[in-house]
């Protein structure tokens, strides 16, 4: 039974940073697929940054050279450092992940390439 729990959101000015934290439960972060997605009230969820199983990194333009994400094996936790956070970074974050076989054409910011959810935490950059 995996389970996801995010922590970290909160309310920031423009230019400043948050870390975000995923705790995983159930199965090992060091074999799963792990990404980052947020969702803006009236807009579709999106894909920000994704961790493969060799620690691989892939982000979405608009998050490239301002987030970064990460994960600890031993914590079994997985993590997005926000930094330079712009208001319309402002959104629900949610952790997910999979793991098993992927094929090489996967898409790492795909929501449906992953199985398991956390609620989510809140985001607000003003």
């Known amino acids: 039974h995996v389970q996801l729990v995010e922590s970290g959101g909160g309310s920031v000015q423009a230019g400043g940073s948050l870390r975000l934290s995923c705790d995983v439960s159930?199965?090992?972060?060091?074999?799963?697929?792990m990404a980052w997605f947020r969702q803006a009230p009236g807009k579709m969820r999106e894909g920000v940054a994704s961790i493969d199983r060799a620690g691989y990194p892939t982000y979405t333009h608009s998050v490239k050279d301002r987030f970064t994400i990460s994960k600890d094996n031993a914590k079994n936790t997985v993590y997005l450092q926000m930094n330079s956070l712009k208001p319309e970074d402002t959104g629900m974050y949610y952790c997910a992940a999979d793991y098993g076989y992927k094929w090489a054409g996967w898409q790492p910011l795909a929501a449906n390439e992953y199985r398991f959810w956390g609620q989510g935490t809140q985001v607000t950059v003003s």
């Open positions: 159930g199965y090992s972060v060091q074999t799963a697929y």
